[in-house]
């Protein structure tokens, strides 16, 4: 039987499991990235490991995340991964050398490897045709230590694409179509692969904001096959010596085949305040824009930026417009220079941001009080933009041109004039100047840690008894933003202590508060959530806070998997309903318990719950794998990995 493109690359760096979906395989890791606002604390935890040098081909250490330094923080977080890198063995890419995901496609990635980040949006590389994963911070140190990085074996979903795109419609639209289809529930422990004759005419970078948002779906990753198109872009970037092609066999087996016309597809929007709220653009019958924000990691490629910078040419920002551009690297920024439609947009009225997260972090440019915001950004969680009652929508690069023109939601076919066209450079300006590469030699330098670099709190060994309050009770679809925001924020995720005083801040400001008393108390605390708990960003610290505040479980309906491993590494246990109504049953401040931990996560991880202020008992299940089984009985990875170097030693 034939493989599809998933199977062939993962069978070639399968270290342990078999390729049968539902089970955990373990997999080699050739190169992994983090970025500013999680890598510190995975550099941290690197360093707690006492390996001497990361045993991976290639580890990168972006700065894109917190690069508005208000405060010395920020500043002494990048000369601590800066040194860091320095010492063990890491590239650095240095603050305006741009955002993580576009400049590892440009300069790094390679069709056939794997890689892992320490961000969600990691997949991006799906669309060099690399195995390219969202992780936890922790387990990015690992791999860099040269462990396997394990998950469970996905199952594989075709998305066959037909036809092309007509005029005014882009990627974003595609993506936009297939959360419409998928939704950004249910697809846990899933791939998507893209095939059919549609994809020839997607060129990288149109592919990477295809896998790019693939994330909001919550499944493992996204991949297109590496073809014609892929040696384009690579012979772009001067590294065509890295080209293979990639393909499925023609006989390969997937779960399901899905099947969409791109010929079919209109201008899209993603309506507040979730990505997969899907509306046509037309629908929106010219609602206002105060704001328009276009680039992030997901629309910030030179097409994307070109092709706005056509449709505003010899025009100006609307009045009631604030327009934000953000490049996604410096090497789009130059060329846009160098082809002179820098100096359109800037005479158009936008505002240039240096090339880094910015506005999708909520890190600046944060909207209006209940104002409308276009953005061709991944996310439009509640409050992520910095603003709590402001509506974002996300839309294409397109879309977003026409309503910087119009000041409103503008079906960009009704311009009135032709959809521009993009000629991509046969060869761009490659300058790897801002890049630091290590010393092949180990560093004996000294690391720099400023008083914003925290000590790395330990996990807990495991009770044999939970007892606690439900501290809180959330519905669906709670997201890492909610958990731990970003913004303003950020700039305390080297310092847990401090940064844990904003969990759940945006959704009951006393949480923290409250679960420290608790905690100081000598007493732990249970969070009980509805489906598809931990959304979004890769973040551990959602994890790692709650468990800095002695939250050792959270019941949920479902959980995704990114947070589910962040959990299991931290040491709070993942418990589900065997029933879901269950959670009807629960308010917050009820008591509850479950004992004998220790036998039954040894065995079936089924757990009887009491609710000792009702007097009801329900069924709840901790679904793990034995070396899963192993993390949670000693406290967390941390605790396994140190007793594993110091037996080593």
């Avoid at 500043?75 to 993580?100: E, M, P, T």
């Avoid at 990753?221 to 590496?226: G, H, L, R, V």
């Avoid at 309050?469 to 924020?489: Q, S």
Wanted: proline share 5%; charged share 20%.
């Amino acid at each position: 039987m034939g493989k599809n493109l998933f199977e062939k690359i993962i069978s070639r760096h399968l270290v342990s499991g078999n390729l049968v979906p539902g089970e955990e395989i373990g997999i080699y890791i050739d190169q992994t990235l983090t970025q500013d606002a999680t890598g510190t604390m995975a550099y941290l935890q690197f360093e707690a490991m006492n390996v001497p040098r990361t045993k991976t081909e290639l580890s990168v250490s972006y700065v894109d995340h917190n690069t508005i330094q208000i405060g010395f923080e920020n500043a002494d977080d990048h000369l601590y991964l800066q040194s860091v890198a320095q010492k063990y063995g890491i590239v650095f890419s240095r603050a305006g050398n741009g955002i993580c995901h576009q400049v590892h496609l440009e300069r790094f990635g390679k069709p056939g490897k794997t890689l892992i980040g320490s961000d969600s949006h990691t997949p991006t590389c799906g669309s060099l045709s690399m195995i390219a994963i969202g992780a936890g911070g922790l387990d990015v140190a690992l791999a860099m230590a040269g462990s396997p990085f394990y998950l469970t074996c996905p199952k594989v979903i075709k998305i066959n694409l037909a036809g092309k795109l007509k005029p005014w419609v882009s990627a974003k639209d595609v993506i936009l179509k297939v959360l419409e289809i998928f939704t950004t529930k249910g697809n846990v422990n899933t791939v998507f692969e893209y095939g059919g004759k549609g994809i020839e005419s997607l060129t990288v970078p149109e592919r990477a904001t295809i896998t790019n948002m693939g994330a909001e779906c919550g499944v493992t990753t996204s991949i297109f096959p590496s073809d014609k198109m892929t040696r384009i872009f690579l012979r772009s970037q001067h590294r065509e010596r890295d080209f293979i092609e990639l393909k499925a066999d023609k006989d390969a087996k997937y779960a399901k085949v899905v099947n969409i016309d791109l010929s079919k597809i209109e201008p899209l929007t993603a309506k507040p305040h979730s990505p997969d709220n899907i509306s046509t653009v037309k629908k929106m019958n010219k609602i206002a824009v105060n704001q328009v924000c276009l680039g992030s990691c997901t629309n910030s490629s030179y097409k994307d930026l070109i092709t706005v910078a056509k449709i505003l040419k010899g025009k100006t920002v609307h009045p009631d417009v604030s327009f934000i551009l953000t490049p996604g690297s410096k090497q789009v920024l130059k060329e846009l220079s160098k082809s002179g439609y820098l100096t359109g947009l800037i005479s158009s009225g936008a505002r240039i941001t240096e090339s880094a997260c910015g506005f999708c972090i909520g890190n600046g440019q944060s909207p209006p009080s209940g104002s409308v915001s276009l953005r061709t950004s991944n996310r439009n969680f509640l409050g992520r933009s910095g603003t709590i009652d402001a509506n974002v929508y996300l839309v294409s690069p397109e879309t977003a041109a026409a309503a910087v023109i119009t000041g409103c939601f503008t079906d960009p076919r009704n311009l009135k004039m032709r959809y521009p066209k993009v000629t991509m450079p046969k060869k761009f300006s490659v300058d790897d100047s801002m890049i630091i590469w290590p010393d092949k030699k180990k560093n004996e330098s000294e690391v720099f840690r400023g008083p914003n670099i925290g000590i790395l709190p330990r996990t807990p060994e495991l009770s044999d008894t939970i007892h606690g309050p439900v501290i809180i009770k959330v519905g669906d679809k709670i997201t890492t933003d909610h958990i731990i925001p970003a913004g303003a924020r950020m700039k305390y995720r080297s310092n847990i202590p401090k940064y844990s005083e904003f969990v759940f801040e945006n959704i009951d400001p006393n949480f923290a508060r409250r679960a420290m008393s608790i905690r100081q108390d000598g007493k732990q605390s249970i969070i009980v959530a509805g489906l598809s708990y931990g959304q979004g960003s890769s973040r551990e610290h959602a994890a790692l806070c709650p468990m800095y505040l002695g939250i050792r479980a959270i019941i949920a309906k479902s959980f995704e998997r990114i947070h589910t491993a962040n959990l299991i590494n931290f040491g709070i246990l993942p418990l589900t309903f065997c029933v879901e109504s269950d959670y009807d049953r629960i308010d917050q401040e009820d008591y509850l318990e479950i004992s004998d931990i220790k036998r039954i996560i040894s065995e079936d991880g089924k757990f009887l719950m009491r609710n000792k202020t009702k007097g009801t008992a329900f069924y709840v299940t901790c679904e793990l794998s034995d070396r899963q089984k192993q993390i949670i009985l000693a406290g967390g990875a941390l605790n396994i990995s140190n007793k594993e170097n110091k037996l080593r030693v």
